[in-house]
């Protein structure tokens, strides 16, 4: 099993270790065709990308794409915001983005009634609640051109099985993160069963942890998942 590329890096311009250049590098010597980089959304309360910094940032993408021929992509990994699906991405800011991923992160900037639905997600572990998060993230998917969903059920649970057919529905791929997988065994049955498409990423913080994915290829192995419905491994 062989990673083809890494769509989920992160790096100075948010909370990674290293530059784009330091992350392409890596990717470049551990036989990636592809990379892209995708750090923190513009309200991320702690580490968010500054949005004055996209147009450097793309410059600095085609850049190294031409310097290592490899293909460098910029992306950002979204932050849900409310039980709308609205992401903290506007119309002026995808002109220099090459791909739109989108999680769940606690400490996000929001306003009051953003407020009470992160609160709640924190708080409420009813089946109410979480159907009402799986409705956020599907209004998402249906709003937005989002490509990856980013560590599913980490930090906010979510009615799986719906949100794996609506993605089918609309080509969105359900990430097998690097550093977790919070899947249960009746939710990984139903997303196989369903032919649910996958995508490996590293969450890569730092320029050497970039293409390690060693856990995703683990959960392929352990759980039985075909190949051909995770999209980056060759």
């Known amino acids: 099993m062989k990673l083809l590329y ?3 890096t992160h790096t100075v311009f948010s909370h990674g270790l290293g530059t784009i250049e330091e992350n392409v590098i890596v990717a470049k010597q551990k036989g990636l065709s592809e990379i892209a980089i ?14 004055k910094k996209l147009k450097i940032m793309r410059e600095e993408c085609d850049r190294l794409t031409k310097k290592y021929g ?3 992509l910029l992306g950002i ?5 409310d039980k709308t699906g609205r992401i903290d991405i506007i119309e002026e800011d995808k002109k220099y983005l090459d791909i739109i991923l989108m999680g769940y992160h606690k400490l996000v900037k929001l306003k009051p009634k953003q407020l009470w639905f992160s609160l709640k997600t924190k708080l409420l572990k009813t ?13 998402a998917i249906n709003k937005y051109n989002i490509k990856v969903l980013t560590h599913l059920n980490y930090g906010i649970k ?11 529905e609309k080509g969105v791929l359900i990430e097998l993160n690097g550093k977790r997988i919070n899947f249960n065994k009746e939710e990984i049955d139903y997303m196989k069963e369903i032919d649910t ?7 890569a913080h730092r320029p050497k942890k970039v293409g390690e994915t060693n856990i995703g290829f683990n959960f ?3 759980n039985n998942i075909k190949f051909s419905n995770v999209v980056n491994i060759g």
């Open 70 to 72: 490899i293909k460098v």
């Open 197 to 203: 498409k996958f995508i490996v990423n590293s969450d």
């Open 220 to 222: 392929i192995i352990k």
């Open 6 to 8: 890494d769509y989920h």
């Open 127 to 139: 089946k109410k609640q979480i159907e009402e998060n799986t409705d956020a993230y599907i209004n």
């Open 38 to 51: 995708t750090d923190h959304g513009f309200e991320h309360l702690a580490y968010p990308v500054k949005r």
């Open 158 to 168: 979510v009615n799986i099985k719906r949100l794996a057919k609506a993605c089918k």
């Open 77 to 81: 990994e979204a932050n849900l915001l």
